[in-house]
């Protein structure tokens, strides 16, 4: 396999531009002509520029020499995984993996019915809102260690996973508790913020957890992770629900593994990101 070489400068005639791919390219920067068909694409983590025409190295090389670090690898594709070939095959509206954290409650808050319960609803909606995507972007940090992240999973019956992951310590399902500055209990079957009424959200992050365990037939652990609260405490009966806490998840979950290996987690997050798994569960 060859090595990048010194090229010379691209010509203005070729146009080529490169471009950051989106929040799940896992840092690749791609090599596109000016009507925006992508021609290459340098691949970080790998060391490795993948040319998909041979004829079109050097300029390629050329277009991405102020990038490129240290030894890489320059030549085809490789063969694509049987996960890739399901990514490849799922249509853009069966695909999960773009969802944003907390996208059903931005077309609640936008289109539903919020409005006609009032204002204080509309309040805590978004107050549910912020919690998701604040919880969200901490755990989208995991993607650089080796994780996978999918927000706002549907499950029939208009219920949703607020946040699915799946890495080296197995696959979580993760209920987001918005804890409003106030002291949070989270005890076995409720978690109570203040002096608000309690909220079953331990039960349902079992039950999601029961439901994403049948869809994806691998084992799946329920948690709660608790954001923006003065003070969290766990009852000591809890074993079964992980409890996260804002600022600490990433690290925390970034020093476990052992369940699945970097195939397994591809394979489950291909299955995951297709909305037709979730179908019947």
Do not use: F
Not at 72 to 77: L, S
Not at 234 to 246: N, S
């Amino acid at each position: 396999m060859a090595k990048a070489k010194a090229a010379a400068p691209l010509g203005r005639g070729r146009g080529l531009r490169v471009l950051p791919g989106g929040q799940h390219a896992r840092g690749r920067l791609y090599v596109n002509t000016p009507d925006g068909r992508s021609v290459a694409w340098y691949d970080r983590e790998a060391s490795r520029v993948c040319v998909l025409s041979e004829d079109q190295t050097d300029e390629v090389l050329a277009a991405l020499r102020p990038y490129l670090t240290g030894s890489v690898a320059v030549g085809p594709p490789p063969v694509p995984s049987r996960a890739d070939l399901v990514r490849l095959a799922l249509h853009p509206d069966d695909d999960l993996a773009p969802n944003r954290a907390g996208e059903a409650l931005l077309g609640e808050l936008e289109y539903g019915a919020a409005g006609a319960t009032g204002t204080r609803a509309r309040h805590r909606l978004r107050q549910d809102l912020l919690a998701q995507q604040r919880m969200g972007a901490e755990l989208d940090e995991l993607e650089g260690v080796g994780w996978r992240v999918l927000h706002a999973v549907p499950l029939p019956g208009a219920g949703r996973i607020d946040h699915l992951l799946i890495g080296p310590a197995g696959v979580w399902c993760v209920r987001t508790v918005p804890g409003r500055r106030q002291r949070t209990h989270v005890g076995d079957l409720l978690v109570t913020v203040g002096r608000a009424e309690p909220r079953p959200d331990p039960r349902w992050t079992r039950r999601a957890a029961e439901r994403a365990c049948h869809a994806l037939t691998v084992a799946v652990t329920p948690a709660v992770a608790v954001v923006d609260a003065s003070r969290v405490d766990v009852a000591p009966t809890l074993r079964d629900v992980r409890v996260l806490r804002e600022g600490t998840t990433t690290a925390a979950l970034s020093r476990q593994g052992g369940v699945l290996k970097p195939a397994d987690i591809e394979a489950v997050y291909a299955a995951a990101r297709d909305r037709r798994t979730w179908e019947g569960v």
